[in-house]
């Protein structure tokens, strides 16, 4: 089980840092990706991580803006999201792959909740 948190209200230009733990096993051996859902909108890719965390991609949208980062001691990987922007505002959810990393949500087979980020112009 995935349980994301950490989102809320931000004003432009302003960070958040989102995290997403994981319940019941390790993720050593799991890419973790973040992607974003907005109104109206299909889902999106924003981030993953490899399961060693060597390895990253974002998306161009987020890219120099959004860090992503892992723990696996504490079965967490985190989103650090600098410089918001509006066009941010969107349900992040966290999800788990077995082996490498994808920006295909399709190839994910464990996802959190969801947590709201809103950025308020």
């Known amino acids: 089980q995935l349980q994301a948190s950490g989102g809320g209200l931000v004003q432009v230009g302003g960070s958040l840092r989102l995290s997403c733990a994981a319940s019941?096993?390790?993720?050593?051996?799991?890419?973790m990706g973040w992607f974003r859902q907005a109104p109206g909108k299909e889902r999106r890719f924003v981030a993953v991580?490899?399961?060693?965390?060597?390895?990253?991609d974002y998306a161009d949208s987020v890219k120099g803006r959004f860090t992503i980062s892992r723990d696996n001691a504490k079965s967490t990987v985190y989103l650090q999201m600098n410089t918001l922007k509006p066009e941010d505002t969107a349900i992040y959810y966290c999800?788990?792959?077995?082996?490498?990393?994808?920006?295909?949500?399709?190839?994910?087979?464990?996802w959190g909740q969801g947590t709201q980020v809103t950025v308020s112009s």
């Open positions: 991580i490899t399961g060693t965390g060597a390895g990253t």
């Open positions: 999800a788990s792959k077995w082996g490498g990393r994808s920006r295909l949500g399709g190839d994910y087979d464990y």
């Open positions: 019941g096993r390790t993720l050593n051996n799991y890419a």
